[in-house]
């Protein structure tokens, strides 16, 4: 097949010369692309221009080179040009989950953000439907199961907000270019950079980040893209390793990220000061029914009923969102703060308006 033809309309480095002469030369030999050529390969792909099999080989060799933060930061810029962003009043945090969802443990994202706006806390958290390549459960699944609205346009998720305390983002309505890969996506069959970027896209120019990681390095990188991407610039980032790679704290040994002005920290912290003195195994639901099981959680630890594990779980989760947007001063004060939303009726208040609006 001929090299694709230069085109003025996006430069000089079509994506199987940057495959020929850049990131597709091997595992040692592989160099990471410039700011300039990340940037014309993500426009070129988001306008349908690379054929299935050149947009394959440079999706898989960008995973086996490993992106840096300048790539990324190239690579979201060009997705956030197209992002239909709907700012609410309030402030919120913001949680982009992997959007390829959870398919062993309770999804306990949905619980936490409206324990957290219960406490005061205003959390947007984002999505798609079962995004490749897991194609697993996510926020909306939960969301759905509770009876609340989750196909909304981003101006409806920004009201959503203002009006409960909690916001939630459907991809295909906020983030159209993206949701447009989802064919080219699911043919691959191994994750991309768009399942890093899409998770910061941040459809409610939020100030404050929370996201998760399987190691302390992909932190740092999240952080770097943040700090080199001119179109995201929020004051505050903060990560945790979660379960399934998920926003949800991974019981026991965990590491903590966090950046505040561009300055960033790291810690460690044992889930069993907290209340989470469990493992991983006993968040566990059933995999056929992972939504389902997750919303049946959510209600009954959010309206009071069940005083378990789940519910330690959820409140530490909610307490990572107070302390994210600082206020609480420490994961301890959150973690008093989400257990008065609950006792107090606030949390379940929450629940009644999303379910109303």
């Known amino acids: 097949m001929a090299q694709a033809p230069e085109s003025p309309e996006f430069g000089e480095w079509p994506l199987k010369r940057l495959m020929t002469e850049v990131v597709g030369t091997g595992v040692k030999s592989a160099e990471d692309m410039t700011r300039e050529q990340a940037t014309e390969a993500m ?11 050149t947009l394959g080989a440079f999706w898989l060799a960008n995973r086996w080179k490993h ?59 984002h999505s798609g439907d079962r995004v490749p390549t897991q194609k697993q459960d996510a926020y ?82 999240v952080v770097d893209t943040f700090e080199q991407s001119e179109q995201l610039s929020p004051r505050r980032v903060v990560m945790f390793q979660g379960m399934e790679g998920y926003d949800d704290i991974r019981p026991g040994y965990t590491k903590v990220g966090e950046s505040t002005d561009g300055e960033f920290t790291d810690f460690e912290i044992e889930t069993a000061e907290y209340g989470m003195d469990f493992e991983t195994e006993d968040l566990e639901v059933d995999p056929d029914d992972v939504a389902d099981d997750s919303a049946e959680i959510t209600e009954s630890v959010i309206t009071g009923d069940r005083d378990d594990h789940f519910a330690d779980a959820i409140e530490l989760n909610a307490a990572f969102r107070i302390y994210a947007r600082e206020d609480a001063e420490t994961l301890e004060e959150g973690l008093e703060m989400a257990r008065e939303s609950i006792e107090s009726g606030a949390a379940e208040a929450v629940l009644e308006d999303l379910r109303e609006f």
């Open 140 to 221: 909306k699944h939960v969301l759905d199961e509770l009876g609340i609205r989750t196909e909304l346009s981003p101006e409806e998720s920004a009201d959503q907000v203002d009006e409960t305390g909690f916001g939630f983002y459907y991809q295909p309505a906020f983030n159209p270019v993206i949701h447009d890969l989802w064919e080219r996506r699911d043919q691959m069959g191994v994750r991309t950079f768009v399942n890093t970027i899409e998770t910061i896209a941040n459809p409610a120019k939020a100030d404050v980040h929370l996201g998760s990681f399987y190691h302390l390095a992909f932190a740092k990188k």
């Open 43 to 53: 426009q070129r792909i988001l306008a349908g221009e690379p054929d299935h099999t």
């Open 67 to 125: 992106n840096n933060a300048e790539e990324l930061a190239a690579y979201t810029d060009v997705m956030c040009e197209h992002v239909e962003y709907a700012e609410p009043d309030a402030d919120p945090v913001d949680c982009g989950a992997n959007y390829d969802g959870k398919g062993k443990t309770a999804i306990l994202g949905a619980a936490a953000g409206i324990v957290a706006a219960g406490a005061g806390t205003p959390v947007v958290a």
